[in-house]
Structures are given as structure tokens and as C-alpha cells.
């Protein structure tokens, strides 16, 4: 006999398994570390540049440090956010020791290799601190964070589509 209830499982497994998918485990890294350094910036005070005069000379805007029941709950974010930063990078490590994903940076990848960004293969044509520059089709180049490469093979042993 067939069960008549629907497999609430399904649904659920999908969304456990997007949450921690690698990508975005190192997306939500990234959007709290920048999330992080904004506050610092508010409890501390900085000065931003707004422009340049025709001399040559910058035109700044101070922002002073935050105060009073403001900075309380700038500081209560902040708290909440390494918090969260710390579970996040547990969990990236996990992932990184189970070989769901691999640490990728400019140490290990070179121009000329291939990588895999959403599924498709592209051809690595440079490497920055941050991010690495990409055939992306019709001899157009695109810049994209280490954190999206999912895969790697070095030189030429992979098809590139």
C-alpha cells in the first residue's frame, strides 16, 4: 500500500543542503567579515573621501564615532556577528577537511588553468589577491572571487565549454 502523505523531507533536505552548500557558506563569510569592518567603522569614526578638487586635493567627510544607546547596540550587532562569523568558519573548515571544497586563492591557481564556477568550465586568464580574472565567452573577460570556484584542474586537462 502507498502512503497518501506527501515526503516532507525532500523539501527540507533541500534547504539544509543550499544553507551549507559551499558557495554560499563562503558568500555568508565574506557579507559578514564586510559587515563587520562597517561597524568598526561607526563605533570607531573614519573619514571618507568624497571627492577631489581641481588642485588635486581630497575633499573628506569626517563621520565621528558612534555614542551613547547607538554604539550599545552597534557594539550588541558586533557581538552577535562574531558570533555568527566564528559558526560560519567552523563550518567552512569542516568542509574543507571533509574535501567538500578546496582553500582556493593565488597560491593555487595560475593563469592557464581551468576552473569551475556554476557548473561550466572557464579558462583562467590572471590572478589577483581577491579575485581571478575568467574567459567568460564571446572574448569577454570577467573578474570573480575565489569563494565561487568549485573545482580546479590545473593546465590543460580539463575541456573548458
Not at 7 to 18: H, I, Q, W
Not at 72 to 86: D, K, S
Not at 136 to 142: E, K, L, P, T, V
Request: hydrophobic share 35%; no cysteine.
Amino acid at each position: 500500500m502507498e502512503n497518501a502523505l506527501p515526503d516532507r523531507t525532500t523539501p527540507a533536505v533541500a534547504v539544509v543542503g543550499a544553507r551549507y552548500d559551499p558557495v554560499t557558506v563562503a558568500g555568508r563569510i565574506a557579507r559578514i567579515d564586510a559587515d563587520l569592518r562597517w561597524l568598526q567603522r561607526r563605533l570607531s569614526g573614519s573619514v571618507r573621501t568624497v571627492g577631489y578638487r581641481s588642485d588635486g586635493t581630497a575633499i573628506s567627510t569626517t563621520i565621528p564615532p558612534a555614542s551613547g544607546s547607538h554604539r550599545m547596540l552597534l557594539i550588541e550587532q558586533r557581538a552577535r556577528l562574531l558570533g555568527e562569523l566564528g559558526h560560519w568558519r567552523k563550518v567552512r573548515e569542516w568542509q574543507i577537511a571533509a574535501g567538500r571544497i578546496q582553500d582556493h586563492g593565488p597560491a593555487t591557481i595560475s593563469p592557464g588553468d581551468s576552473v569551475k564556477i556554476r557548473g561550466r568550465w572557464h579558462r583562467v586568464l590572471g590572478t589577483y589577491h581577491r579575485t581571478l580574472r575568467i574567459d567568460g565567452g564571446g572574448g569577454r573577460a570577467r573578474a570573480v572571487a575565489y569563494r565561487m570556484v568549485s573545482d580546479h584542474a590545473p593546465g590543460d586537462e580539463e575541456s573548458v565549454d
